[in-house]
C-alpha cells in the first residue's frame, strides 16, 4: 500500500503536467486517451522501479506483482480505489463497512465472510468516498458533518450509500445489481417465478395496470420492475421518478429506445 501510494502521486503528477502541456498546445484527451496516457506513464514508472532494484542488487517484482500494482494505482486514480477489485468480482453481491478496517462481504448464494480494509484509515475512507462523490454524482455531492450522507449509482449500476459523523464511525454499504437488463422469462428461467405468473405480469403491464413492487431488502423489488418495464412496447415513452437513479432502463436502447 504504501508503494501504490507512493506511485499514484508520481503519476498523478505527470499526468497532470501532460494534460496541462497537451492544453497549453490546443489538444484534449477524451477519457478513453486519459486512461491509456496513465496506463503508459505506470508502465514507465514500474520499468524505472525494476531498473533501481536491479542497480542496487534488489529482486525484482514479478509479472503478477507488477500487474496487480499498476491495476492498484489506476483504480486509485481513475476507479474506486480498493474498493474496485470486490466490484470486478461478479459473485459479490453486496459490500458493508463499518470503517475502514471491518468489512463484509455477501456473495450471490448467500455467504457472509470478512474482507480486506478498504483504506488505511477512516480519515482516509472519508476522502475516498468524497472524490467517489465528485466523480460519480450527477452533480457535485457533498460529504461532511453538515451533510453526512451520499447516495449515488456507481457507473456499473451498483447502489452506493455512506454515512459519517452521526455515527461512531463511517460506514459505507454497497448493493450490487446482478441483473441490470432482463426480463420476465428470464425470472421463469432463474425460478423466480412460473411461466403462469410471467404472463400475468406481462398482461397486467400491457394492459397498462399500475403494479406496486414490495418486498424486504435484497428480496429483488428492483430486478422485477427491470423485467416488467421490459414488457413495456418499444414505442412507448418512459419517464421514471427516483429519488436515487437506480433502474437504469435508459442504458438499454434496444428494448428502452425512449426513456
Known amino acids: 500500500e504504501s508503494l501504490v501510494r507512493t506511485l499514484r502521486a508520481e503519476v498523478a503528477e505527470e499526468l497532470s503536467n501532460s494534460l496541462r502541456s497537451l492544453e497549453d498546445a490546443g489538444q484534449h484527451l477524451d477519457s478513453d486517451d486519459e486512461g491509456m496516457l496513465t496506463r503508459q ?7 524505472a522501479l525494476a531498473s533501481t532494484a536491479i542497480q542496487a542488487g534488489r529482486t525484482v ?9 499498476a491495476r492498484a494505482v489506476f483504480d486509485r486514480l481513475f476507479h474506486l480505489g480498493r474498493l474496485q477489485p470486490l466490484l470486478d468480482d461478479e459473485s459479490i453481491q453486496n459490500v458493508v463497512a463499518n470503517g475502514h478496517d471491518r468489512v463484509f462481504i455477501e456473495y450471490a448464494g448467500g455467504l457472509k465472510v470478512e474482507g480486506p ?13 468524497r ?6 454524482g450527477l452533480s457535485e455531492r457533498e460529504f461532511n458533518p453538515s451533510r453526512p450522507q451520499l447516495n449515488l449509482q456507481l457507473p456499473d449500476g451498483s447502489r452506493l450509500f455512506a454515512v ?3 455515527c461512531d464511525r463511517p460506514a459505507v454499504s454497497i448493493r450490487r445489481h446482478r441483473f441490470m437488463k432482463l ?3 428470464d425470472l421463469v428461467g432463474l425460478g423466480a417465478i412460473d411461466e403462469g405468473l410471467a404472463s400475468f405480469l406481462s398482461a397486467a403491464v400491457r394492459a397498462r395496470q ?3 413492487v414490495a418486498g424486504a431488502t435484497g428480496a429483488g423489488k428492483t430486478t422485477m420492475l427491470r423485467a416488467l418495464a421490459a414488457e413495456i412496447p418499444a414505442s412507448e415513452r418512459i419517464v421514471t421518478i427516483e429519488t436515487e437513479l437506480e433502474l437504469g432502463l435508459d442504458r438499454f436502447t434496444d428494448v428502452h429506445p425512449d426513456c
Do not use: C, F, K, N
Not at 61 to 69: N, V
Not at 131 to 136: C, D, K, M, P, S
Open 183 to 185: 426480463t420476465l422469462a
Open 164 to 166: 459519517a459523523w452521526v
Open 117 to 129: 480494509p478498504i483504506a488505511d484509515s477512516d480519515d482516509e475512507l472519508i476522502e475516498q468516498l
Open 131 to 136: 472524490e467517489i462523490g465528485r466523480r460519480y
Open 41 to 47: 506513464l505506470i508502465a514507465a514508472r514500474l520499468d
Open 61 to 69: 517484482l514479478t509479472e503478477d506483482e507488477e500487474q496487480a500494482l
Open 210 to 212: 399500475q403494479l406496486i
